[in-house]
């Protein structure tokens, strides 16, 4: 079935309870094209909850994990009160205009981003990455995220111009700009 990307929208839009989405052929700026699995209507306030908790029972005898772990749970926390909240977490608010509980647009670009909890991924073509070299307390702060399968680390935003198609509801629809 043909659709174009505004009838994508809607159709994220009308979820109201979590409901899985799979998201094919998409490629990103780096020129990967993955097949994803996402969970759509998912709420991320309830995500932050949970990972606070996680990050609370935990403790970690490794010095580079002990603060990586802190850290993680003192951004959690202040940014989850709107009155504690960090200038990144507010510019980053405030670059986006909300459309639905899974889409927003990127104001300066006006670029229109589905937002969902990713499930899996699965690369079909990699991409050109530039090399990393994280310092020790960025690598702990990963190893973390997957040991304790950290949720709000799953969210991923897609822009909607670059997906081509969406299986959804019993439903396939590729999108037709």
Known sequence: MKANPIELLFRLNELEV???????????KNGEVSNYTLLAAVEYGKAVAKDIIRLQNVRYPDIFKEIARKELL?????????TTRTNASIAQSESYMK?????????DSRTIMIWAFLRSKKILVKGNYKPSNPGAVA????????ELRLSTANFRQFKIVNIKEVAMENKILQIVV
């Open 99 to 107: 459309l639905g509980a899974n889409s927003r647009v990127h104001l």
């Open 74 to 82: 003192e951004s959690l926390i202040k940014n989850s009160n709107e």
């Open 18 to 28: 979590p409901r899985f989405i799979s998201v094919r052929n998409y490629q990103n």
């Open 139 to 146: 690598k702990a702060k990963e190893e973390i995220k997957r």
